[in-house]
């Protein structure tokens, strides 16, 4: 299938590492300009490395945010495709976990995804230009981890901010979605969580992050112009049973 992106310019937060890479190197194959936001100043060299341009900065931080939409704007002159990819997992459940790990938590996973759809969509209305946005959900936004109560909330959270998003400027040409992939083999993934949950799909193995790369670059193409505020499972079939 020719996704065909080119004349596309792309914002990836967390396109420094695991599913925004793996994104950021999809669309890049598929002609789009890539621009990446990541809060390790070492994700400079990586986009470099792929031909992205960089902004680093912290996505908890809306000035941060909006800043990184304009830089992507001043240097390729305008914005279509949003991905909502910087994220940190989380620890500890309804009552271990510390205030702190809540507020960080949230700050990154859920009010990060909030300040790039705000930033991104804003710009799309100002272009009078049609324009996508693909969140970061999880699984864990669709069921919940008991032992990690900022992670299931934040992206809970991103669920329905989806449907939010993806419905009140879908006459402009807006689309919003959001993809909910199962555990993926990325740096954010500990070994140990990477063997218990390959039992836990019924697929029987975790996810790669080509795979999620891959519907996210499908998203973002008109081939799915009627598909707005959806959420997609890329779960090997954990939350279908
Ligand atoms: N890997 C999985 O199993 C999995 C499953 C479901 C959902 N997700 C979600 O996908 C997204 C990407 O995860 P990943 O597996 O690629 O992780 P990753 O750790 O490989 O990449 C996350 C990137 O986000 C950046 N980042 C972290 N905090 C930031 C901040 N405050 N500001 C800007 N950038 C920041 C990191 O520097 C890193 O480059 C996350 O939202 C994660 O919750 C991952």
């Not at 996704?3 to 925004?20: C, R």
Request: glycine letters at 12%.
């Amino acid at each position: 299938m020719q996704l065909q992106l080119e004349n596309k310019v792309a914002l990836i937060t967390g396109g420094g590492s695991g599913l925004g890479l793996a994104t950021a190197k999809n669309f890049i194959a598929e002609g789009a300009k890539v621009f990446i936001f990541d809060f390790n100043p070492n994700a400079k060299a990586t986009a470099e490395e792929i031909g992205a341009g960089f902004y680093q900065g912290d996505v908890s931080k809306a000035e941060d945010v909006e800043a990184a939409v304009a830089a992507a704007v001043e240097q390729y002159g305008q914005l279509d495709i949003a991905v909502a990819s910087a994220g940190v997992g989380g620890e500890g459940d309804v009552v271990t976990s510390t205030v702190e790990n809540w507020e960080k938590t949230n700050g990154i996973d859920y009010s990060g995804v909030f300040y790039t759809n705000k930033y991104a969509i804003a710009q799309f209305l100002e272009q009078k230009t049609p324009g996508v946005v693909i969140n970061l959900a999880s699984m864990f936004g669709m069921v919940a981890v008991s032992n990690n109560i900022a992670y299931s909330a934040s992206k809970g959270g991103v669920v329905n901010m989806t449907r939010a998003a993806g419905t009140m400027y879908a006459k402009n040409g807006v689309r919003v979605n959001a993809v909910a992939p199962g555990v993926i083999e990325t740096p954010l993934i500990s070994e140990e969580d990477l063997k218990t949950y390959s039992e836990l799909h019924p697929a029987g193995r975790v996810g790669q992050a080509q795979e999620v790369a891959d519907l996210i670059t499908y998203l973002a193409s008109d081939k799915a112009a009627f598909i707005t505020g959806a959420v997609i499972p890329i779960d090997g079939g954990y939350t279908a049973v």
